[in-house]
């Protein structure tokens, strides 16, 4: 158990929650969140759809207003936590204050891949992660603009559906041979690409972005490696993130693509973990190291530490699940679907209701769903029962799933 102040450095999902979850197990001493951002801590996953599109201020994409954090007596800190005194067990802060701990949780998160082409540092050239990104391009994109995004992932597909709806028109520039690819299965990203080509969204796959044209001042284009140029007033980029570790890795940390923790999600330090974007842990479930990037994971990883603070220490072995709304359609991912070897479609592509149940070695391993809730709800339940059933059940929409359960 943990004794005196919990500092967390990091007030996104995963920061918010252990503070949260600290209050709930009983966690009587001083608990304090280091929030680098302008704002209370909030949620980011609106930020490229709903909040983007228009909707609500910024109050509705907090987790809790001001006086929660009073009345659960949570120290939130407007400060950069920049060093780690592992010896003494003082986080110093960018104001040049320092805080002693009894135990030190990284939440720090992960930041955009910067892209590293000519003209990349123009005004017009925007990323999409913080409040103050999103309200940036929110402020900025209106009916008739012409917009390239980079990088065909999550991120840059929900921008590009948000800013096709909302009348911009719109080029995808994507490297790999189809949308998502390194997310979701063949299926899924081609269902993607057609709903996306057929609301006017042109997509360039195969292709990279060589150079963002100006004229002194603004985005006038985007030159790609086949020759061609797309013009543009503006540019989004989503080429991934990095994770930061900087902080851990200071103060003699083990990092490599990650914090490296271990299946309670513990650094090298006794004193000190790591958990969401940042954390690479150790997973029984999945029999090596992953670094996952979800709400779902931050929120679990929260919990979990939590737990073992205040005495109920366990092995982490939350089940990983994703989403992302693009235009009018939800993909919903349960599990993980790397290193699959085959994949059975259940549902109707053409009433775009349809999952992709992906199987490795015959087992099931996730299941990634198109406007079809129930089948990620099942994905989710049974892949939590370490259970499976044959490909040929799957595809069978007779075959009852919920009796697969009983």
Known sequence: MAQGTVLIAG?????????????????????????????????????????????????????RPDKFYREQNIELIADRAVSIDRGARKLLLASGASLEYG??????????????????????????RTLDESEALRQQISSGQRVVVIG?????????????????EVDVVELGARVMARAVTAEISEFFQARHTAAGIRIHLGVQATSIESDGTHVTGVSLSDGRHIPADLVVVGVGVLPNVELASEAGLPVAAGIIVDEQLLTSDPDISAIGDCALFESPRFGGSLRLESVQNATDHARCVAARLTGDARTYDGQPWFWSDQGEDKLQIAGLTTGYDRVVVRGDRAQRSFSAFCYKAGQLVGVESINRGSDHVFGRKILGLNRSIEPEQAADLSFDLKAALA
Do not use: W
């Open 103 to 128: 135990h030190l949780v990284l939440a720090t998160g992960a930041r955009n891949r910067l892209l590293d082409i000519p003209n990349a540092n123009l005004e017009d050239v925007r990323y999409l």
């Open 152 to 168: 065909a992932g999550f991120i840059g597909l929900e921008f590009a559906a948000t800013a096709r709806a909302k009348g911009l």
């Open 11 to 63: 007030a996104g999902h995963a920061g918010f929650q252990i503070a949260a979850s600290l209050r709930q197990h009983g966690y009587g001493e001083r608990v304090c969140l280091i929030n680098d951002e302008a704002h209370l801590p909030y949620q980011r996953p609106p930020l490229s759809k709903a909040y983007l599109k228009g909707a609500g201020a910024p109050d509705s994409l907090m987790f």
